[in-house]
């Protein structure tokens, strides 16, 4: 019914930039919050940004001046942007949104739904 696509990721030097997006699609009535979360090898999936229906916007403070969370409400889609990049930032990034949606006859949610995740390498 809804499915959630990640782009952007990729390999990048310390101190580079990369740019994130998800788009979310299907029969969406509507989406609350939107958020990427990382998983480092080894470590549970934590927080990295959020951002509401109504732009307020949460980072963890790791990435606090170096990250940007931004969303196209008419497109569905969140965008990730990573400047000044290091090592630590190294993990899958995974793409959330709460949502609900429509089944045809009724709605749904909200429910939690998550993208594929997509590798993002900090290293020289």
């Known amino acids: 019914q809804v499915q959630l696509a990640e782009s952007g990721g990729g390999l990048v030097q310390p101190g580079g930039s990369l740019r994130l997006s998800c788009a979310a699609s299907g029969r969406i009535f509507s989406i609350n919050t939107m958020g990427w979360y990382r998983q480092a090898p080894g470590k549970q999936r934590v927080l990295v940004a959020t951002i509401s229906s109504g732009g307020i916007i949460n980072y963890v403070d790791s990435v606090k001046g170096r990250f940007t969370i931004s969303r196209d409400n008419a497109k569905n889609t969140v965008y990730l942007q990573m400047n000044s990049l290091k090592p630590e930032d190294t993990a899958v990034y995974y793409c959330?949104?709460?949502?609900?949606?429509?089944?045809?006859?009724?709605?749904?949610?909200?429910?939690?739904?998550w993208g594929q995740g997509t590798q993002v390498s900090v290293s020289s």
């Open positions: 959330n949104a709460r949502l609900i949606y429509y089944t045809g006859t009724s709605y749904r949610g909200p429910s939690d739904y």
